[in-house]
């Protein structure tokens, strides 16, 4: 399924949104071109668990880039083009409306936050994982959680493939991303104990910056009409 969102259109224009996705996007731009060094980029700039660990332990390892900051650097790197393109997807889907209750630096703020609070709960779930952890994934899942709870009847146009066609189906968001929730709590509760090379996916992080978003969203402010 792919979600539109043309139920409700954002009233400013979303330049936090923009800029996230061009950044995004030009990083990813930038990957393509590392060949053989990808993998000690990754390692430098996405989130280790077992590092991060040593860090807190207070033996940080030795590299230029602190592993505390990666919380922030690893929301903006992707692990290949469909990665990069279902998040900047949902990323425009949902944060033009969100960018637009929030206004743009508390929107920014509540973004990053939301990935950085992703990343510590697959942290706490993987904290011996030697596996780079990647995308922006949890920062969004932070946004669809602040959707749902603004925006629980909003109409999500759906595309809907069936076979050889394609239909749109209108959802109301509290069903689609209900669901879509409900696939990462478990999905996240059948990967303890796997590793996550074998996973694939940091479901932890997803379940947790949607929790985190739901949360913190109406302590910023989300559920007060910014525009009276």
């Known amino acids: 399924m792919i979600p539109l969102n043309d139920e409700n259109p954002t009233y400013t224009t979303p330049i936090v949104v923009y ?12 990957e393509m071109t590392l060949g053989s060094q990808l993998d000690s980029f ?14 807190f332990s207070g033996t940080p390892p030795n590299q230029p880039v602190p592993e505390i900051v990666t919380l922030i650097t690893s929301q903006f790197l992707h692990g290949g083009f469909l990665h990069i393109a279902g998040n900047m997807l949902f990323l425009w889907t949902f944060g033009n409306n969100i960018e637009d209750d ?7 703020i509540f973004y990053l936050v939301c990935g950085v609070l992703a ?12 596996v780079p952890t ?4 949890g920062a ?20 809907l493939p069936l076979g050889f066609f394609i239909t749109t189906i209108r959802i109301p968001a509290v069903f689609f991303l209900g669901f879509w929730f409900a696939q990462q709590a478990i999905s996240s509760v059948a990967s303890l104990g796997v590793e ?3 996973s694939g996916v940091a479901y932890w992080a997803h379940a947790g910056g949607f929790i ?11 559920m007060s009409d910014r525009r009276r």
Do not use: C, R
Request: hydrophobic share 60%; aromatic share 12%; proline share 4%.
């Open 19 to 30: 800029a996230l996705i061009a950044i995004n996007v030009v990083v990813f731009l930038n």
């Open 42 to 55: 990754f390692q430098l700039y996405a989130v280790i668990p077992e590092e991060l660990t040593a860090s």
């Open 102 to 108: 929030l206004g743009h630096i508390k929107f920014l």
């Open 119 to 130: 990343g510590l709960t697959h942290w706490f779930f993987a904290m011996q994982s030697a």
């Open 134 to 137: 990647v995308g922006a994934s």
């Open 140 to 159: 969004i899942a932070g946004v669809m959680g602040a959707y749902i709870i603004k925006y629980p009847h909003a109409k999500i146009l759906t595309l």
């Open 196 to 198: 996550d090379a074998m």
């Open 212 to 222: 985190f978003g739901a949360i913190l969203g109406p302590l910023m402010g989300l």
